[in-house]
Antibody
Framework: EVQLVESGGGLVQPGGSLRLSCAASGFTFSTFWMTWVRQAPGRGLEWVANIRHGGSETHYADSVKGRFTISRDNAKDSLSLQMNSLRAEDTAVYYC??????????????????WGQGTVVTVSS | AIQMTQSPSSLSASVGDRVTITCRASQGIRNDLGWYQQKPGKAPRLLIYAASSLQSGVPSRFSGSGSGTDFILTISSLQPEDFATYYCLQDYSYPRTFGQGTTVEIK
């Protein structure tokens, strides 16, 4: 079965750290960019970070740059998000998503075609 | 960062209605735009990519159009399972940015 399963969420104090994981199965993980997206309670979706197939290229939202690190282990079909210096505003459901590149009319487009069920991160004292 | 603005923020519609949702980018993004549907407590689902290409498995009543700064998601005949929140997302540049969402409610 093709799926993504997040884990590692929980309650953490402000200033603390947490590491999220996303286990992939049913597809060739090493050939896809991967992404983290979050959603604060009652709010919209926010793109957090993504990482290239081999891990050599990463991008971050300004809100997490310097505090979060995205990484992957292609041998284990696993994606991670190391979150440091956590703030109350980082409280959210965190989703991992597969970033699929499609060719249309000779150009390439990225879209998140597969999502995990999400893991909840709560930052509170 | 490119700002994506959706309108309306919410709308009420009946089953069978034609529904349109607009997404406007703060600068030109060619047609590097996707549309996602999210139901309460669930992960988002990809509907449209490249502004107008229908994702595999998505009903043909969903369609997308637009290029540059203005984009539209159309549901040709609203079905009960379509009541949800819809988001646009630009993949033209980093950081990727979503619109704030449009909630489609039952009238």
């Amino acid at each position: 079965e093709v799926q993504l399963v997040e884990s590692g969420g929980g309650l953490v104090q402000p200033g603390g750290s947490l590491r999220l994981s996303c286990a992939a199965s049913g597809f060739t993980f090493s050939t896809f960019w991967m992404t983290w997206v979050r959603q604060a309670p009652g709010r919209g979706l926010e793109w957090v970070a993504n990482i290239r197939h081999g891990g050599s290229e990463t991008h971050y939202a300004d809100s997490v740059k310097g505090r979060f690190t995205i990484s992957r282990d292609n041998a284990k079909d696993s994606l991670s998000l190391q979150m440091n210096s956590l703030r109350a505003e980082d409280t959210a459901v965190y989703y991992c998503a597969r970033d699929h590149t499609s060719s249309v009319g000779g150009r390439y487009y990225d879209a998140f075609d597969m999502w995990g069920q999400g893991t909840v991160v709560t930052v509170s004292s | 960062a490119i700002q994506m603005t959706q309108s309306p923020s919410s709308l009420s519609a009946s089953v069978g209605d034609r529904v349109t949702i607009t997404c406007r980018a703060s600068q030109g993004i060619r047609n590097d735009l996707g549309w996602y549907q999210q139901k309460p407590g669930k992960a988002p689902r990809l509907l449209i990519y490249a502004a107008s290409s229908l994702q595999s498995g998505v009903p043909s009543r969903f369609s997308g159009s637009g290029s540059g700064t203005d984009f539209i998601l159309t549901i040709s005949s609203l079905q009960p399972e379509d009541f949800a929140t819809y988001y646009c997302l630009q993949d033209y540049s980093y950081p990727r940015t979503f619109g704030q969402g449009t909630t489609v409610e039952i009238k």
